[in-house]
């Protein structure tokens, strides 16, 4: 059946959920190595490789996902693993109704691939960048989304490679009820972007030193491609589902998939596809499935398909998995504290927050932000986090609410002292300046 525009606006309408349905959604990614030499773990060849960590993970009862013959990820139940360009390993677990039940399922699987990982020889860290090791070094998954994006990458930015293969971060997912509710969302969420990267910068080092940056991982990102990652201009004011289909529709393509096919469509132009003016294209009818697609090749901080996508974070300690999800929550699903929020930064414009968004990977809590430094935005957000989380009243076995979560923030605050700040002070004092040994003490 041919489609529009209208039914690419209509599939953001769609994804609109009562309140009472709103699930929380958590993704993140972490780096194997070789606990004898801290290199990545290779592909094929001397223990330990992927092929074996493969095995086990079938023998675990996880059903193999395969492109063209090459391993892409896994399936078990609601819960994939699947690997980024450089085999960073992901985790996009079931959606959950509260934080308790995202950390029990993040404890189950990483206990699980813990297990087999240590039983073989491999480490697992979660960190925004690799720290030591080049891009060259880097195995590559030969999938040809990817192969598409090599290709491309070198011709919008001078980064974009060692995004695809030298990052990991972590990812929240929350609902919107109404295009209203997604307007107030994306205008808090993109505001509170500069604060919540400070927060959760883990990635102070580069090939095998310290760099000047707080989170690589976000430096990166701000030359990897300008028209589709950072942050959004019209999520600060006259923002709409309309504004971002006609915004998605000017993001040039990566490819479209029929069948088994993948199509390279790198550059084109999909408003051009759907009305069948793309010459290249035009044996091909435009579907919903390959908006679903275009949409999962936009990489701005906040992302929007059928739920907001909030992509700030750094990969985390195993602990952090639980914390970022609870910020974000406590913030955005209360109705009378995200309006508190809302009030708090409606005034603020998009381009002072994109100077933080710029200026916090090296000036961390001391980044200007509406006449503050971002700490005390920070000590109000967390704050503001607790009371929503207090409110939804969402209990464990222990009686406790999900605000328990929010301690380790709590510390960071207090101390002043960011994860990726923390990491290069052990780095430093308890490692001697030795990444091999950090790698190996730091890892899961």
Known sequence: MKIDKNDLINFFNNGCKKPENRMIGTEHEKFLFNLTTCKPVNISGPEPNLESIFQKLKANNWNEVKENGVTIGFK???LNITFEPGYQIELSGDTQSNIHQTCIEVNSYLKELKSICTSMGVGIIGIGFIPNVKIEEVPKLEKKRYQIMREYMPNVGTLGLDM???TAATQINIDYTSENDFKKKCKVASCIVPIAATLFSNSPFKDNKLNKF???????WQDTDKKR???????FENNSFEKYCDFALDVPMYFIQRGKEIIDCKGLSFKKFLVNSEKSLEKYEPTLDDWKNHLSTIFTEVRLKQYLEIRSADS?????ICSIPAFWTGILYNDLVLDEAFDYVKNWKYEEVNEAYHGFVSKGFKTELDKKNIKKHAEYFL???RKGLELRNKLNANNEDESCFLNEIENIIN????????LASRYKNVY???LNNLLKNEAF
Request: a positive charge; glycine letters at 6%; one cysteine or more.
């Open 316 to 320: 985390c300690s195993w602990s952090g």
């Open 164 to 166: 695809m293969h030298r």
């Open 383 to 385: 704050n503001l986090s």
């Open 432 to 434: 001697n300046n030795n």
């Open 214 to 220: 707080l989170s690589n991982r976000s430096y990166i």
């Open 415 to 422: 101390k002043s002292e960011t994860p990726s700040e923390k």
């Open 229 to 235: 990652s950072g942050l959004l201009p019209f999520f």
């Open 76 to 78: 078990k139940e609601k």
